[in-house]
């Protein structure tokens, strides 16, 4: 099974702490992500930066795109991303749009998705969703449990490649042993800690325990 990759969610609310955090997790991670909070804060160039710093590595940029979305996708392009994100209420024509300019495209999934929708999303040629648990669910009380492996196995066995977000810590990996998740996406473990660095190594080392 292959090894899940790492990404990094930059929610700084400027562009020069996330560089600075950046600058010490970036090489330990395999995906850089332009968090919606970095991006609405210091827009594309928050993209561009990311590029610069790590040119070999992912750049995804988490637009959470909901309209314009062959626009919204030259953006994010142009600024160097690989990935975009559009939210699970998005209209069919609007992913088509923004899957004609950008092919690394992921549907985030709230609570506008369904079965259908999901088969209807990989006809027209979407490879990739993340499962999100949602920063509002998790100051609610919401934990990560079966319901939620479930749902993650169910999008795997449609043929997605699904990347997991939402309160993850090291101790949340071991949840999904033996699952074929495609990325694990944190946050503020990482980037909310002292050391930002040892925190990106640790779940590395974490995620290579189990896969």
């Not at 160097?80 to 088509?96: E, F, Q, R, W, Y």
């Not at 492996?149 to 309160?167: A, N």
Request: net charge negative; charged share 20%.
């Amino acid at each position: 099974m292959t090894k899940p990759n790492l990404q990094i969610a930059l929610d700084q609310n400027t562009l020069a702490d996330a560089a600075r955090i950046a600058h010490l997790a970036g090489p330990v991670v395999d995906i850089v992500e332009v968090g919606t909070i970095l991006e609405l804060q210091a827009g594309q160039q928050a993209i561009s930066v990311m590029r610069e710093m790590f040119p070999d590595k992912i750049i995804a940029s988490d637009t959470k795109c909901a309209d314009a979305g062959s626009t919204v996708a030259q953006n994010s392009k142009d600024a160097g991303a690989d990935l975009m994100t559009v939210i699970d209420s998005a209209t069919i024509p609007t992913m088509k749009s923004a899957l004609s300019v950008l092919s690394g495209i992921q549907v985030e999934l709230y609570s506008a998705w369904n079965w259908d929708l999901a088969k209807e999303w990989k006809k027209i040629g979407i490879e990739q969703v993340i499962y999100h648990q949602s920063r509002d669910a998790l100051l609610a009380g919401e934990v990560w449990g079966k319901k939620d492996l479930d749902i993650v196995k169910g999008f795997i066995e449609l043929g997605f490649k699904v990347s997991v977000t939402g309160g993850l810590n090291v101790d949340t990996i071991k949840l999904f042993e033996g699952v074929p998740v495609y990325t694990f996406i944190a946050g503020r473990a990482i980037t909310g800690q002292d050391n930002p660095k040892a925190a990106a190594e640790a779940f590395q080392e974490e995620i290579k325990k189990y896969w």
